[in-house]
């Protein structure tokens, strides 16, 4: 249950950071920020993976809050590019 209520926490400032960052007035909403921050952190997973590889073992990159937020900012660009938020 703690993870879950981290995940969220997390997923909902690293989400809050990149729409900021962002600008243009993205009405995202509790929901649509955690989610963005969730994805985001995934997505900045993926990119730091491309320049060093997990731990043994481990699945996913553990991104930190900064490769978070700029796989948030990705994935906000990306959702604007297909006209999808």
């Not at 729409?19 to 909403?29: D, N, P, S, T, V």
């Not at 991104?63 to 700029?70: E, F, Q």
Request: net charge positive; with cysteine; glycine share 20%.
């Amino acid at each position: 249950m703690g993870l879950v209520i981290r995940t969220v926490i997390v997923g909902l400032v690293v989400g809050g950071v990149a729409a900021w960052l962002y600008g243009g007035g993205l009405r995202l909403g509790w929901v649509g920020t955690i989610a963005i921050g969730i994805g985001g952190s995934f997505v900045g997973g993926a990119i730091a993976s491309l320049f060093s590889k997990p731990r043994d073992g481990e699945v996913v990159h553990p991104a930190g809050c900064l490769m978070s937020i700029l796989g948030a900012l990705v994935l906000i660009f990306a959702l604007r590019l297909f006209h999808l938020l």
